[in-house]
């Protein structure tokens, strides 16, 4: 009679990717709003001054960073950072916060992070007013 031996590498293998199916399935993430900034209510198409679509696929058990930046001769008055991953796939998503500027600058660095295991996809909306 044959016995066939398993090699143990083999085995942690097959256990981490079955891991990796069942625990994105089933991972809550933390934070799934929204970034919204400053005045909106008020903000027309007129006076966005730069647009920009952020998208990372995901990678199993590695959280994805995105950095974006504007400088400009306009005054922020309201940022959006809208979390399009969760609006796509109903769950996943991240978070996006200003590193640098913002609000009453001419200039912002914004950085969004997924949640481990999945991608990120993020609209970016600023909005400015003409500096005197």
């Known amino acids: ?15 981490c990717c079955i891991y990796a199916i069942f625990a994105k399935s089933t991972t ?6 929204d970034f919204i900034q400053g005045d909106c209510k008020k ?8 647009h920009e679509v952020v998208e990372k696929t995901d990678i199993p ?12 001769d306009y005054k922020i008055f309201c940022i959006k950072v809208l979390n399009e991953y969760n609006r796509q796939f109903g769950k996943g998503g991240g978070k996006a916060f200003v590193k640098k500027g913002g609000l009453d600058h001419n200039y912002v660095t914004i950085e969004m992070h997924s949640q481990k295991g999945y991608g990120l996809s993020f609209l970016v909306m600023i909005y400015g007013k003409k500096m005197k």
């Open 28 to 33: 809550k993430p933390k934070d799934l709003s």
């Open 61 to 72: 058990f590695m959280s994805r960073n995105a950095t974006t930046e504007w400088y400009g």
């Open 43 to 50: 903000a027309k198409d007129s006076d966005m001054v730069f």
């Open 1 to 15: 009679m044959r016995r066939n031996n398993v090699n143990p590498l083999h085995f942690i293998v097959l256990c």
